[in-house]
T-cell receptor, first 114, second 109 residues
Framework: KAGVTQTPRYLIKTRGQQVTLSCSPI?????VSWYQQTPGQGLQFLFE???????NKGNFPGRFSGRQFSNSRSEMNVSTLELGDSALYLC?????????????FGPGTRLTVL | QKEVEQNSGPLSVPEGAIASLNCTYS??????FFWYRQYSGKSPELIMS????GDKEDGRFTAQLNKASQYVSLLIRDSQPSDSATYLC?????????FGTGTSLTVIP
């Protein structure tokens, strides 16, 4: 069974630009969660999507948004990029709600903002 | 106060010893608790999940949960050099996940 895939793996952008990251969950998984990982803050929850609906949201500004498609694939968008947005962005999929189900992480997208 | 706190380490144990990793959380309404392992340059992978007070064993790993003390721990018995990694504690309060910053473990051959 294929694992969680994320594209692109690496991205370099400049301040003020916007970026879209993509995540394809494991086949049959309906929940996709997004995380930001930085050396100083660790792993921080961005949001969770389940059946095309945002179920939960972390404490990030509105510049961070996402969506989920009918095939469970998810995209995350960051607008008006700031230097502090440089991070590893991870998505994780689970069968149903991530609350009581094992999450499988993708390899991540390394975003660098110059 | 952070939602989830872990001792950042580094924690060093000799091969074959027991490694003990600890985590405290602030939200008494937290419902599910997880331990992840993350090797350098890799994504986190789930080791254990625990939802009720007490111990849960899986092979060389034992997770312990004490909701009254808001404390979760992970014991690794017969530690192996391949266990050298950063261990992340994660807590879900019903709305979102909170991760600790991780404890770096080194198992010395």
């Amino acid at each position: 069974k294929a694992g969680v895939t994320q594209t692109p793996r690496y991205l370099i952008k400049t301040r003020g630009q916007q970026v879209t990251l993509s995540c394809s969950p494991i086949s049959g998984h309906r929940s996709v969660s997004w995380y930001q990982q930085t050396p100083g803050q660790g792993l921080q929850f961005l949001f969770e999507y389940f059946s095309e609906t945002q179920r939960n949201k972390g404490n990030f500004p509105g510049r961070f948004s996402g969506r989920q498609f009918s095939n469970s694939r998810s995209e995350m968008n960051v607008s008006t990029l700031e230097l502090g947005d440089s991070a590893l962005y991870l998505c994780a999929s689970s069968l149903a709600s991530a609350l009581y189900n094992e999450q499988f992480f993708g390899p991540g997208t390394r975003l660098t903002v110059l | 106060q952070k939602e989830v706190e872990q001792n950042s380490g580094p924690l060093s144990v000799p091969e074959g010893a027991i490694a003990s990793l600890n985590c405290t959380y602030s939200d008494r309404g937290s419902q599910s608790f997880f331990w992840y392992r993350q090797y350098s340059g890799k994504s986190p992978e789930l080791i254990m999940s625990i939802y009720s007070n007490g111990d849960k064993e899986d092979g060389r790993f034992t997770a312990q949960l004490n909701k009254a003390s808001q404390y979760v721990s992970l014991l690794i018995r017969d530690s192996q050099p391949s266990d050298s990694a950063t261990y992340l504690c994660a807590v879900n309060n019903g709305n979102q996940f909170y991760f600790g910053t991780g404890t770096s473990l080194t198992v010395i051959p």
